[in-house]
């Protein structure tokens, strides 16, 4: 009960606050209670099956054989699944960090790891529905085409700027870690 | 109609997942489950708060900062916000919608969302503990420039 009160702390502080306001600002409080309830509602609609859509991604995609394919010299294949390895992922971008160690472990070549890197933080499945429906399609979907330019570009930068020396360092240190 | 095509994909893979494997799907349904309630507390948090916003800041205030006119200003100052928050997407795109049916442009809502996404102040001694100083500053910078880039287009386009 406790840690509930502790989570939610906010939202209940904030709830409050909201009605001192109502009460002080009859008007002001009123339309805030409105956008908040058609704003939960309206949200509320459109995530349990992103959610559902996020637990069977998680549970029928199998990463380890993913990572297997991803390694040096896998050319352009390499990159497509690395690109889907970050796309069916769920999670913030910091999650990703560890996750990119193991495919370095797996000598998985830099830009590939950059590239799943990218992937994570922009074009997640999930994500990306959830994008459509709060943004609509023509926000979300040119945003998408857009990021996915830029996932290859930020990658091919790094992979170049990172020298071989540096490449080396990386892997190594992948090797102790975990 | 897209909640409607999300339901109607969602139900279709919950029963082909359950007829392959009940025990999986049933992880899956725990998994989905467990990732919403530890989103909710964030979430309702920002429902409150944009409520709050939206009845304070009416469409001319938030389009004389992040409105269509704003310019580069205005993204400017997406990106800056968006480069150091860190709030899950789940979070930001009702946030960001509430925002840009309320009087803030398309460019700037793009450089905030892309940023948010791509960019990470507060993670960043986490990057370069991994991947060293250079790659973390190169992919940061990248991701802000990258962002602009976003801004541009789809002011542009949109």
Known sequence: MINIIKRYKWFFLLLIANVIIGIIFPKIGKVSFQITKSNFLQILSVVPPIFVLLGLLDVW?????????????????????ALLLGSVAAGPLYAAFPISMVMLKKRTSIFN???????????KIPMETFEIASLGYK???????????????????????????????LYEKANLSI | MFTIILYIVAGICLIISSLKDHLKTKKA??????????ILPQFLTIVVIIGMILSVLDESTISKYIGANTGILGIV??????????????VAFPLAA??????????????FVSSLMMVGIVTIPMEINLF?????????????????????????LL
């Open chain 1, 61 to 81: 995609i199998d990463r380890s054989t993913m990572i297997k394919f991803v390694g040096k010299g896998s050319g352009l294949k390499g990159a497509l699944i």
């Open chain 1, 113 to 123: 790891v950059f590239i799943f890197i990218g992937a994570w933080s922009t074009t």
């Open chain 1, 139 to 169: 926000f979300a979907l040119t945003r998408l085409a857009l990021s996915l330019i830029g996932i290859f570009i930020i990658a091919f930068i790094l992979d170049k700027a990172i020298n071989e020396d540096e490449k080396q360092k």
């Open chain 2, 29 to 38: 349904l725990k998994k989905a489950f467990k990732s919403f309630e530890n």
């Open chain 2, 77 to 90: 100052i997406s990106i800056i916000i968006g480069s150091i928050t860190l709030i899950p997407g789940f």
């Open chain 2, 98 to 111: 509430a925002l840009l049916n309320n009087g803030a442009g398309p460019a700037q809502i793009a450089a």
């Open chain 2, 132 to 156: 060293g100083k250079k790659a973390a500053i190169i992919r940061n910078t990248s991701a802000v420039i990258f962002s602009l880039v976003v801004a541009f287009v789809m002011g542009v």
